[in-house]
């Protein structure tokens, strides 16, 4: 008679996750599933094999915050008369800043001003400008990059509701652009201070926290924009994320670490309380299994001819049976052979 020895196998040990051993299955009881021993005494305890999906997990540190700081430059000469405080959500169509009373409107889109604007004018700045003042709800803009007489109207209108000159042109530095609303972290002015072109007037950042994480170059293949990915922050509660960009440029540190920068945003804000800023722990997945065998890795015993088996219970009998391994998770193994399936009962370690 073979002899097998339970082994623990520990979850998190160096295997390989896809690895698949075999071993060769011998008589149990004249029917499958083959056995290659048996034995009349009961193992300490035992579970039932289950039908389920595996995932396996990669723990790194991430840093939560809004994100990097952007520097906002002003682009017109005067007196900054007014700025808002650090920590303030400014939208669309919001005032920024004021140089002389005027106000600095921010404007949400890709191209940054760098020319006035005035009918007959056309290009890709002119048709930012008709989507911004079309979605903050001046009528009768046809936004085709063309500035018309239609243009110049909503532009009047625009300039009589925020106190700016009416002359149907726009200034640069009548409205700064950004990618969305921002969250002003600091001003780098002072309300009475003369502000010229390209003078830096504050920072911010955008609206929602997220979590950045420095990955080791070694682990960038646990990685692919759009995964799912769980938060763990510093009172163990966990928040659910994506993976949603991926930097294409490593750097290394003064240590020699090399690292590449990967961002997890996260859409349920409120789940992060009142967080700001922390160092949390993210959970990236690393592989998934779905509709596989499952046992815990204790149920594996190894065979004496090499491999591993599984310790079936039947009533008072039981019978070592050869099985596959495949993804380990969790303290959780895939297991696969001839014979088994959902439901039956197998011996693990107490």
């Known amino acids: 008679m073979k002899r097998v020895t339970r082994r623990v196998i520990i979850a998190g040990a160096v295997l390989a996750a896809g690895a698949v051993v075999t071993a060769a299955a011998l008589g149990f009881g004249g029917a499958a599933p083959q056995v290659e021993a048996s034995s ?17 997990t990669q723990s790194v540190a991430g840093t939560l915050s809004y994100g990097p700081v952007t520097g906002l430059s002003g682009k017109a000469d005067g007196t900054v008369t ?46 930012q ?45 009548q409205y700064a652009v950004t990618a969305g609303p921002v969250r002003v972290t600091e001003v780098k002015t002072a309300v009475g201070a003369a502000l010229g072109p390209g003078a830096e007037v504050l920072g911010y950042t955008g609206t929602k926290r997220l979590v950045e994480i420095d990955l080791p170059v070694d682990k ?22 994506t993976v949603s960009e991926i930097g294409a440029v490593a750097s290394t540190d003064d240590e020699g670490d090399t690292t590449i920068p990967v961002t997890v945003t996260i859409k349920d804000q409120k789940a992060l309380g009142t967080l700001e800023a922390a160092p949390v722990t993210v959970q990236l997945i690393t592989g ?9 890795v204790t149920a594996l015993v190894a065979l004496s001819g090499g491999g591993y088996g599984v310790q079936i219970v039947n009533g008072g009998q039981v019978g070592h049976v050869a099985v596959q ?19 039956t009962v197998v011996g693990v370690a107490s």
């Open 40 to 56: 009349t005494g009961l193992p300490p305890a035992t579970a039932k094999i289950t039908k389920g999906t595996l995932t396996q």
């Open 82 to 127: 007014w700025l808002p405080e650090p920590g303030a959500v400014i939208k669309a169509g919001d005032p920024l800043y004021k140089i002389d009373n005027d106000s600095v409107q921010l404007f949400t889109g890709k191209l940054p001003p760098y020319r006035a604007l005035s009918e007959g004018d056309s290009g890709p700045d002119v048709k």
């Open 220 to 241: 960038q293949q646990f990685v692919e924009v759009g995964n799912p990915a769980t938060v763990v922050l510093p009172d163990g509660s966990k928040v659910k994320g």
């Open 325 to 343: 391994t495949g993804m380990f998770a969790g303290g959780m193994v895939e297991i696969s052979g001839s014979g088994i399936s959902a439901g």
């Open 288 to 296: 998934k299994a779905t509709g596989v065998l499952i046992v815990p």
């Open 129 to 173: 400008l008709e989507k911004n003042l079309k979605a903050l709800g001046y009528q009768g803009i046809e936004v085709d990059s063309y500035f018309g007489s239609t243009t110049t109207e909503a532009v009047y209108a625009w300039q009589d509701d925020h106190g700016l000159p009416e002359n149907g042109e726009v200034d640069p530095g």
